[in-house]
Nanobody
């Protein structure tokens, strides 16, 4: 059974940092390109960025490029999202999943997500 468990969210002031983690199980993690997504209640899901299976290729949504960094540890079946210079507009529930935004794969069942709140 496939599981995605996100953690690391919290309350932070503008300009602060957080590191999110997503532990995956139930599939061949090292072969899966993974993505981070976020959603504000009442708004559509937004792609944040993705990383390839090996971990040497990343891409980001323009508004987070240069502030957010995705990495992964395949030995731990974990993908990370380092978020720096956080802005109020980054407030959302953050999820990890496959890189389904590429159109090449389907999403897995969603985890519970982790809430990130940026407030001054």
């Amino acid at each position: 059974e496939i599981h995605l468990v996100e953690s690391g969210g919290g309350l932070v002031q503008p300009g602060g940092s957080l590191r999110l983690s997503c532990v995956a199980s139930g599939f061949d993690f090292s072969s899966a390109a993974m993505g981070w997504y976020r959603q504000v209640p009442g708004k559509r899901l937004e792609w944040v960025g993705s990383i390839n299976g090996v971990g040497n290729g990343t891409k980001y949504f323009p508004s987070v490029k240069g502030r957010f960094t995705i990495s992964r540890d395949n030995a731990k079946n974990t993908v990370y999202l380092q978020m720096n210079s956080l802005q109020v507009e980054d407030t959302a529930v953050y999820y990890c999943n496959t890189d389904f935004q590429s159109g090449n794969v389907e999403p897995f069942p969603w985890g519970q997500g982790t809430q990130v709140t940026v407030v001054s």
